[in-house]
T-cell receptor
Framework: GQSLEQPSEVTAVEGAIVQINCTYQ??????LSWYQQHDGGAPTFLSY????GLEETGRFSSFLSRSDSYGYLLLQELQMKDSASYFC?????????????FGTGTQLKVEL | NAGVTQTPKFRILKIGQSMTLQCTQD?????MYWYRQDPGMGLKLIYY???????DKGEVPNGYNVSRSTTEDFPLRLELAAPSQTSVYFC????????????????FGPGTRLTVL
């Protein structure tokens, strides 16, 4: 089956850079996604990597190494509004590639 | 576009009662999903559907049923509610993954907060 590991909590100061790691075990990996969820809100899509390398979207970047079964989300120029939970999710051959399996999430706290 | 809408927003059930959580999307997505999220935890897939008339179990299907008679609607039925079903329920939708190969976006509804007492 699939399993994903990410840190439960990360704290950083406003304006800093923070990296949230995700390691996974799957069979037949297709891609790694990242979602953001503010308290009480719905998850929203941030980024997706199917191939090795870095994907950049504004202040957020996501990296994937398929050979290491590892990815990370990089948040730059942190703002207070970035305080939220961040989930990595994998799509793999399970269920015919039709579903995502989510990690347990990393709660990011941005302090002044 | 309203995106993914869910009703109700909140609900309190007594043990043994039944209810249906409604989910509708107006993005013409083939794929729809139901997740539950317990406090401080990730999303666990309950059921999903790849098109009208087709549903399949996810990770935690026990105690739930679904149907998909139209592309737009994907209701989740709870029969004989139990305290263990107290959770936040999210519905999501997406295009098939092979359609959007450069991204893998699921669009989530605002959630239904269910308490079973």
């Amino acid at each position: 089956g699939q399993s994903l590991e990410q840190p439960s909590e990360v704290t950083a100061v406003e304006g800093a850079i923070v990296q949230i790691n995700c390691t996974y075990q799957t069979s037949g990996f297709y891609g790694l996604s990242w979602y953001q969820q503010h308290d009480g809100g719905a998850p929203t899509f941030l980024s997706y990597n199917a191939l090795d390398g870095l994907e950049e979207t504004g202040r957020f970047s996501s990296f994937l190494s398929r050979s290491d079964s590892y990815g990370y989300l990089l948040l730059q120029e942190l703002q207070m509004k970035d305080s939220a939970s961040y989930f990595c999710a994998v799509r793999d051959r399970a269920g015919g590639g039709n579903k995502l399996t989510f990690g347990t999430g990393t709660q990011l706290k941005v302090e002044l | 576009n309203a995106g993914v809408t869910q009703t109700p927003k909140f609900r309190i059930l007594k043990i043994g009662q039944s209810m249906t959580l409604q989910c509708t999307q107006d993005m013409n997505h083939n794929y729809m999903y139901w997740y539950r999220q317990d406090p401080g935890m990730g999303l666990k897939l309950i059921y999903y559907s790849v098109g009208a008339g087709i549903t399949d179990k996810g990770e935690v299907p026990n105690g739930y049923n679904v149907s998909r008679s139209t592309t737009e609607d994907f209701p989740l039925r709870l029969e004989l509610a139990a305290p263990s079903q107290t959770s936040v329920y999210f519905c999501a939708s997406s295009f098939p993954p092979w359609v959007a190969t450069s991204t893998d976006t699921q669009y989530f509804g605002p959630g239904t907060r269910l308490t079973v007492l």
